[in-house]
């Protein structure tokens, strides 16, 4: 019984170390991400702030602009949200939703923790 309450602990132990560096490395990920678009956001491109020609066209820009819908929704639209929902949680470095993906993997990881201490019970 010895032996197998060690052996348990010892894979607890090697699960929960591989939580701690994964958290620690999109942690520090994380914090990069954020500190980049912080800096985008106080220091716009010059291109941004000196081009207002969009402002006042009749057309605009995607930006200023948005569609209406039918409200009909085909099975291929549907197809492309999904596909949109998984780029948004891909980890892929420089992607525009890397911080959303990051902390999406965060609570997952978080989730794992409770999963794992869970299992204490079992024992």
């Not at 560096?21 to 491109?45: A, G, T």
């Amino acid at each position: 019984m010895a032996k197998e309450l060690e052996e348990a602990f010892q894979s607890m132990h090697i699960k929960l170390e591989q939580v701690e560096v994964d958290c620690c490395q999109h942690v520090q990920r994380l914090l990069i991400v954020r500190r980049d678009l912080l800096y985008k956001m106080q220091n716009p491109p010059l291109e941004i702030m000196n081009d207002h020609g969009d402002l006042y066209s009749e057309t605009g820009s995607s930006f200023f602009t948005h569609s209406t819908g039918t409200g009909t929704s085909s099975k291929r639209s549907s197809k492309n949200k999904r596909k949109h929902e998984r780029k948004k949680l891909r980890l892929k470095e420089g992607s525009p939703f890397e911080d959303l993906a990051i902390i999406h993997e965060l609570y997952v990881l978080y989730n794992s923790i409770n999963g794992i201490l869970g299992n204490t019970s079992n024992l």
